[in-house]
């Protein structure tokens, strides 16, 4: 028998489908989908290093290779990783079809049923759809301002077998959470008491507005119990779906042996063509760019939040990332307030526990509207909370 915390299946009502259909709504203002601003893409730049390479690459461009990917970027993904104090080489590095293909070759590769799997409660819907099919025994961790809760974690490592922990210590979705260095160095203890292996998915990385970059969980890793998640869809195009995972030798051995199954390897043209970009282009010029319009946003929702917002609702202060978390009152379901909503959409927050599926929690993104997009959206928001306080029994 389950214990009573746990569930071996998580069956929400929401999914990525769900998700997506709110996003391209086009009669409403979407604050829905974690859609970077398409306005920002380095479309022209891109085009030529499909171009260019194009041109001048051998005919093995077109050819089966490394289920790894592309040596060169890899090289190049080396390099950056070192400066986050990372020990890695080529060896441990695969690209992968966006993060999400990463999150799901590592589920398949680690969980059987009934397998232990910690996640943050609140956590990124994506990963819980990919784990999902393995019919995992679910831990839901709370969520504190500086990260997940780790001596609740630490109490159900200690009476539990958990074989991973699924976190996204920067900027975290939906809550917009940064993970501080003390639980980082914590939490890698933990894992390697506990032989559990950490899931690091760290998108949001590049995407700080405020503050002091923090070193990834990885860092502290001494004993190969963590695998860090990167991609390239929120810092250039979700369209290359293009992200990588980085692990001990042994995992990426397992986990290439096991993408033969799957899709034996990501395309070579899209590979070479970032890392033609990557060398005829700046790409810390181009995060800044991303950074100076997502900070502007930012500050608007935030401000917008507090001027509309009734006093009975609290929200989230992120310092980067996508997303602004919002809890109202206990008694009002965020999605009946979706559903009463002409005029802005947004992703309720229950479906993203996977055990206690509270109903009086959203998420907001910021990156996919405009600034005026962004100051109408939250005005319809606030008068359709004040509404729903109104008429809400007590």
């Known amino acids: 028998m ?18 997506f259909s709110l996003s391209d709504q086009t009669n409403a203002i979407s604050f829905s989908g974690g859609y970077p601003d398409a306005a920002l893409f380095p479309q022209e730049k891109l085009q030529q290093a499909f171009q260019q390479r194009l041109a001048t690459a051998a005919p093995d461009l077109f050819q089966y290779r490394s289920v790894l990917g592309d040596l060169n970027l890899r090289k190049k993904l080396t390099n950056y990783i070192h400066q986050l104090n990372v020990e890695c080489s080529v060896e441990n590095i695969m690209f992968t079809q966006g993060g999400q293909q990463a999150i799901k070759l590592l589920a398949s590769l680690f969980l059987n049923s009934g397998d232990g799997l910690a996640v943050e409660g609140p956590t990124y819907i994506g990963a819980v759809e990919a784990f999902n099919e393995y019919q995992p025994t679910y831990y839901e961790i709370p969520m504190e301002s500086d990260g997940m809760d780790l001596d609740v974690l630490e109490e159900k490592l200690q009476h539990h077998q958990i074989k991973l922990i699924y976190t996204i210590p920067n900027f975290q979705n939906p809550t917009g959470y940064c993970m501080s260095i003390p639980k980082r160095k914590r939490l890698a203890k933990l894992a390697a008491t506990y032989d559990a292996l950490i899931i690091e998915d760290d998108p949001y990385r590049e995407l700080r507005y405020a ?60 590979l070479e063509a970032i890392d033609q970009y990557l060398t005829d282009n700046c790409l810390s010029d181009h995060i800044q760019k991303l950074r100076n319009s997502y900070r502007q946003k930012l500050a608007v929702m935030l401000n917008c939040l507090q001027q509309y917002l009734p006093n009975e609702c609290h929200f989230s202060k992120p310092q980067g990332g996508f997303f602004v978390w919002v809890t109202l009152p206990q008694d009002l379901d965020a999605s009946k307030l979706l559903h009463l909503s002409q005029q802005v959409t947004f992703l309720p927050g229950k479906d993203m526990f996977v055990n206690s599926h509270p109903i009086n929690h959203l998420r907001l993104n910021f990156t996919g509207t405009t600034l005026e997009e962004i100051q109408r959206g939250c005005q319809e928001l606030g008068n359709l909370m004040k509404t729903a306080l109104v008429t809400t029994p007590k």
């Open 2 to 19: 389950l214990p009573k915390n746990a569930v071996r299946n998580f069956q929400g009502s929401s999914s990525l489908a769900d998700l």
């Open 211 to 270: 503050g002091e970059s923090l070193p990834p969980i990885k860092a502290f890793d001494q004993t190969g119990n963590v695998a860090l998640i990167g991609s390239f869809s929120k810092i250039l195009s979700p369209a290359l779906r293009t992200g990588w995972v980085i692990a001990a030798h042994s995992i990426i051995s397992d986990l290439a042996n096991l993408r033969l199954a799957f899709d034996c390897q990501s395309p070579n043209v899209v």
